[in-house]
């Protein structure tokens, strides 16, 4: 073991369970930070080292030795942060050629790349952050694992990125190897494995039977909040069973041409949950819901209990309150970030053996605009360029745009996930092209500006 990775095992175990596969998000606040003071210091003419300083102090805060990258690499992502495209592609060309060329990048950690690639997410170099973390996964794949000395953050990410590049050999023969004290990364990963290759169900919670009765060998309609054009209403409520994200006001987000009127389960993130249990009022709740599922146990109880008092003071209670499930979290088992809502319900549904999963009006974010109402007034996101700065932040933060289409990308390319034209042709993109339409829409939204 090296003696560089010795002094910082302790502290990265520290930062890796407490925060799963996530970049703790004042980490990235940090970096973006540093990079502003270090765009005035270079505006002030300071020289390289000087300028770059921040940065890297940022970075050693967090056990990340960015130092180990040249200063000419970082004013390169400096000049590329703070100008738009295309101006910014010819620093960005520079970055990329370093990375996939200089034997500097071979001496970082994965999680030293994936830190530093969620500066360049943050900052909207998005191309530069593929191939960051192209790295990082080539750094895990030479990880040894067997025999009790292994460590567990190896381990975790070792078969991550197995599972990630699809190496189902080797994935299964260290899953096999790995020591018995790995009981929980064992148990994570192989349910997350036998979600995306097989079709066995698993039962976790009380009402999951009753869930399986109403979803297996049924077709599945999954409709997702962007705007569309298409007429696909009839087509999504004459699926057995309709999945709608954060389906919170009765009337919002259905029409008889586009969208399709049924809802027969609505998946809530935290932040939806969170307005739903906090709210006086719930006068707009849709009746029509026979199921809410939610990310955490937690916020699911909350919510549960505030529906319970509102159809109790609506002496509904017998009739319309729904029943309940909370998502088995999968973070642990991906090699970066953590899941949106249409992979989250994609993996969630598939547990339950549905003759079909078929998605409509999701896009992996390649268009900004929600239907009115998706979101609550009082969060003001109604406007695109405050959605686009949202998105790089999140993306920074936790939600990982390649976690979220490689998941999707691998069940559809199996048959098991269909989708809309427009969700097929996204599919159709691959990794990089998919990236490279988020930087083109994104990207400027991210940067540092100058004269």
Known sequence: ????????????????????????????????????????????????????????????????????????????????????????????????????NNKCFENLRHDELIHIASLALRTGLLLVAYELRSKALESALKYRIEGSSADPIKVRAKLAALLEKSEKN??????????????????????????????????????????????????????????????DAFHIDQSDFVVRCNYRSSGVGVD????????????????????????????????????IVCKGEKKLEKMVSRLKIHFKECGTEDIFLPLDRYLKRVEKGLFSGSLNAIPNIVLDIL??????????????????????GYYPDAWERDKDEKMKSSFLKGIAREHDPLTQYWILNRLWCAGRLKGDSRFNEVMGLGQKEYMRQLQQIYGDFGRILID
């Open 1 to 100: 073991m090296s003696s560089s990775w010795k002094k910082y095992k302790k502290s990265y175990r520290n930062l890796f369970v407490s925060h799963a596969s996530a970049i703790p998000r004042d980490c990235v606040d940090d970096y973006y930070s540093s990079l502003s003071v270090a765009t005035d210091l270079y505006q002030k003419r300071y020289n390289e080292k000087n300028i770059v300083s921040p940065i890297l102090r940022a970075f050693r805060k967090n056990k990340v030795r960015a130092n180990l990258l040249s200063d000419s690499w970082w004013m390169a992502f400096l000049r590329a942060s703070t100008c738009r495209d295309p101006e910014s592609f010819l620093y960005q060309g520079y970055l990329i050629d370093f990375v996939k």
């Open 170 to 231: 080797e994935f299964a023969r260290c899953i096999e190897k790995i020591n018995e004290k790995f009981f929980e990364e064992k148990e994570i990963f192989s349910h997350l494995n036998s979600i995306l290759h097989d079709k066995a169900v698993e039962l976790f919670e009380a009402n999951d039977k009753s869930f399986f009765e109403n979803v297996q060998n049924k077709s599945v309609a999954i409709v997702g909040p962007a705007k569309t054009d298409q007429n």
């Open 256 to 291: 008889p041409v586009h969208k399709g009127l049924r809802c027969d389960a609505s998946y809530f993130n935290g932040e939806q949950a969170r307005f739903i249990y906090e709210s006086p009022r719930l006068d707009d709740w849709p009746d029509e819901i026979r199921w």
């Open 351 to 372: 547990r339950f053996c549905p003759s079909e999963v078929i998605i409509f009006h999701a896009d992996l974010m390649l268009s900004i605009g929600r239907l009115k």
